[in-house]
């Protein structure tokens, strides 16, 4: 059986304050693509389908867009399970009847495992969503007397491998995060204070786990675990990353055979460091001037507004660090004993914090014309 692992869509995601639907809409198609092309027979969405648990309508739109394109058009199944981002119950509104077109959408937890039995010429594979959910959910919805995500994941699974039996091929879907594999800036954590990763033990006994809420493709040791990764990226930290689907192939023997297909996002995230004068002449030629930036500006000197400046050549600078400025020293806040000390002192003293370096003769000399000047102008 040829399945399409996806995750972490993130239909919505407003990036540093602009919107990212034309982008997911982009990649969207381009697994909408891969589906035809590669003839994959079921698509999984491993959670976070939205960014947050009441979408804009636009995202909604779009969501009911692909699942056309994807469910009446290719003719394929689809399992989409809620992460957590995703509002449980909204995402698993008509959940029941969509079903009987195929697609398999699992919002709230289910009180009894309930797979998607799909056929091939090998015979069944079961696939089992299994939504995210907080442990204090798990014990008042299934009454399992479980703390924190470990124990939880470990019922949970242990109720499904006791309904699959050994017999037949498995796929588990879920939305958790897994001891040893790699976190960014973009995922919203699972837990505030308590542990929030699970161990990979929880998850044996399948001949592939579909994981989704890491936004890195990874596996780690054995093959059949893994993270599709997000379809773009989410935060600056993922510059380095490569997005992808994972196109997985269960033989007879449910022996997994991996492939990732890359995706091409509309305008790509990235990072530049330089001088604003090196970066105004770099972006004059580079083709891809249209990308989302962070941009890390050297210079050691005042810039009257140098977002505007960039932004004639790199339209999407988002964001602007001044790392030369900022790195220098301690930062003392102004006391009141150094406010006594005078104005030439205090500004020899910003000065040094915010360059690193001492203010010259020559530099002196000018700040204390341009104090005689300024009080000068008070007194007239
Ligand atoms: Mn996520």
Known sequence: MRILHTSDWHLGRQFHHVSLLE???HVLEQIVAIVRERCVEVVLVAG??????????EAVQLLDEVVHRLSAECGVALILIAGNHDGAERLGFGARQLARAGVHIRGPLEPEPEPVILQDAHGPVAFYPLPYAEPATVRSELGLEVQGHEQAMR?????IRAHN???RRSVLIAHCFVDG????ESERPLSIGGVETVPADCLEGFDYVALGHLHGPQARGAKHLRYSGSILKYSFSEDNQRKSVTLVDLDAQGACTIEQVPLRPRRDLRVLEGTLEDL??????DPAAQDYLL????????ILDPMGKLRTVYPNVLHLERPALAQAGERRAPDRERLREGELPMFRDFFRQMSGEALDEAGEAAVAALLERLHRGEQS
């Open 165 to 167: 039996g050994d017999s």
């Open 280 to 285: 105004l002449e770099q972006g004059r030629r």
């Open 23 to 25: 982008d997911q809409r």
């Open 181 to 184: 594999f790699a976190a960014c």
């Open 295 to 302: 941009v890390r500006l050297q210079d050691r000197h005042a």
């Open 48 to 57: 976070d389908i939205y960014d947050r648990s009441v979408p804009p309508a």
């Open 155 to 159: 019922a949970l699974t242990a109720r």
